[in-house]
């Protein structure tokens, strides 16, 4: 794996080979790393990474010139690994903890303007995962979730799914504004 663009272009992560973990291909990272240059001042985006594992899609974010990225993952192993690549790399605004995913959703204490969610394709419940994290209020008003899943899954009747992108098998939704805005009222459940 490695960082395809920004300030720490062309370094390589080298992750520990036996991590329970589904890397983003550089491929589709690519893809939609260009259609969020578009959409997206970095610089100005604090950015939550669900599901984290290898820090792969937090690094990218990072050397792209975003000024904070809180890392989620529950396994330790991802977290020390995250957090000694971004010591090595001297990246400070990559940050992981390890804690559960819903727990954090429950708990729904951070504001961030992205959230990049890429959970186990076969992790049951994903379809209601954008629901969960919309009404969690982790996600500011006017913020963007991105979820990474497998094509089993369509979003598109969701009132918030604003456009898919397929790189291969890799396809990510993004959902954009804010529920009472589009008539729309998402229940904390």
Known sequence: MRIISGYY?????????????????????EGIFNVLTNLVDF??????????????????????????????DIERRCVDFINQAAEKFGI?????????????????KENADLVFAD??????????????IISSGILKPSGMLILEHSGKYLFSSDPLFDQ?????KVHFSIFRGKPDERGVQYSSS
């Open 92 to 108: 400070r605004a990559v940050r992981a903890i390890r804690m559960n995913v819903f727990v954090l959703l429950k708990r729904g």
């Open 164 to 168: 898919l992108r397929e790189y291969g």
């Open 9 to 29: 272009k062309g370094r390589r992560l080298h992750p520990p080979a036996n991590l329970p973990v589904r890397p983003t291909t550089d491929y589709a990272k």
């Open 119 to 132: 959970p186990p394709y076969d992790m049951e419940g994903i379809e209601l995962l954008p629901r969960q």
């Open 43 to 72: 610089s100005e985006t604090t950015v939550l990474d669900l599901f984290s594992g290898t820090g792969n899609i937090a690094f990218e974010f990072a050397s792209r010139g975003a000024p904070s990225v809180l890392a989620v």
